[in-house]
């Protein structure tokens, strides 16, 4: 079968003609299509050479900025490490200078941040135990730094309790312990100091309490007396004038009384008493 194309050019009365065999057309359309599909396999090709290589390049500078942020990371991992490692050394000196026990367990390992070599997936692990170790050694320092809150408020509690300083200005007239009695001449025990003032002097606490007692007591005349907790207590008496009241809180250096010469008193003065769980000791280890 034969094809023929007829060809007219304009202004022009020549007609060219152009036979064609089937065979030969279908073979010039296989060749077409061909180089058509050729030239769009290329150029998918190029295209998608060129955005592999875009992908590859943003993955790589992505790649790039991870390793330098875990690389921060690592530098701030390892400074923390070493100031944990700083408290902790201070946790063992403060335990040590108060006689206290180590902290339950010290779960602290860190071996500081990843090598530089190392794959992104081993850094990454590495930061992980890393991270854990920290954590774990944060919640150590933070429960005994609790441990260590509670022991130095109670010491602070304590050292408040604790009598210090002179009640009353003056001087001491008749010492702690066994003594003959000015007023029969028999050996007693003189259970605290007598200090010697002129009646009116400011009378103060020596330690901060509450107010146990107020009143006249035999022998003690008019007597106050300061419940300051861990088992301490101090006494006032032969006050002139008492100037607080029962239940009522009293801190060191607080005016509670003014001296007097009430009692069994020879003269002005103030008998001071420090007592540990009821039993009478000598007030000159607080003065």
């Known amino acids: 079968m034969r094809f023929t194309i007829l060809i007219i050019p304009e202004g022009s009365h ?3 003609r152009f036979a064609l065999k089937l065979s030969a057309l279908k073979w010039t359309a296989a060749t077409a299509t061909c180089g058509v599909l050729l030239m769009v396999g290329l150029t998918v090709m190029a295209l998608r050479g060129n955005f592999n290589s875009n992908e590859f390049e943003r993955l790589r500078e992505e790649t790039q900025l991870h390793q330098q942020e875990m690389g921060q990371l690592a530098a701030k991992l390892e400074a923390m490490r070493k100031e944990l490692v700083v408290m902790a050394q201070n ?3 403060v335990r040590v200078m108060n006689n206290l026990t180590k902290p339950k367990a010290d779960l602290f390992g860190g071996v500081g941040g990843p090598a530089v070599d190392a794959e992104p997936a081993d850094s990454l692990a590495s930061l992980q135990r890393e991270v854990e170790g920290l954590r774990r050694e944060i919640e150590l320092r933070r429960v005994s730094q609790e441990e260590l809150q509670g022991f130095l408020n109670d010491q602070r509690s304590l050292l408040g309790a604790r009598p210090s300083g002179w009640p009353v200005k003056g001087w001491v007239t008749s010492d702690f312990g066994v003594r003959r009695d000015p007023f029969d001449g028999q050996r007693r025990m003189h259970e605290g100091l007598d200090i010697s003032t002129r009646t009116g002097t400011p009378v ?6 509450i107010v146990r007692e107020v ?4 022998g003690y005349g008019m007597l106050v007396v300061i419940d300051h907790g861990y088992g301490i207590s ?7 004038r ?8 009293v801190r060191r250096g607080d005016l509670i009384a003014n001296a007097g010469n009430t009692g069994r008193s020879s003269g002005p003065h103030v008998h001071y008493e420090v007592r540990l769980n ?3 000791v000598n007030p000159n ?3």
Do not use: C, M
Request: proline share 5%; aromatic share 6%.
């Open 215 to 218: 009143g006249v007591e035999p």
């Open 14 to 16: 020549r007609v060219r």
């Open 285 to 287: 280890k607080y003065l």
């Open 242 to 249: 008492i100037l607080v009241k029962v239940g009522q809180r």
């Open 91 to 93: 946790d063992a000196k």
């Open 204 to 209: 103060r606490a020596t330690a901060g309490g």
């Open 234 to 240: 101090t006494a006032f008496g032969h006050n002139s």
């Open 278 to 280: 009821g039993v009478p």
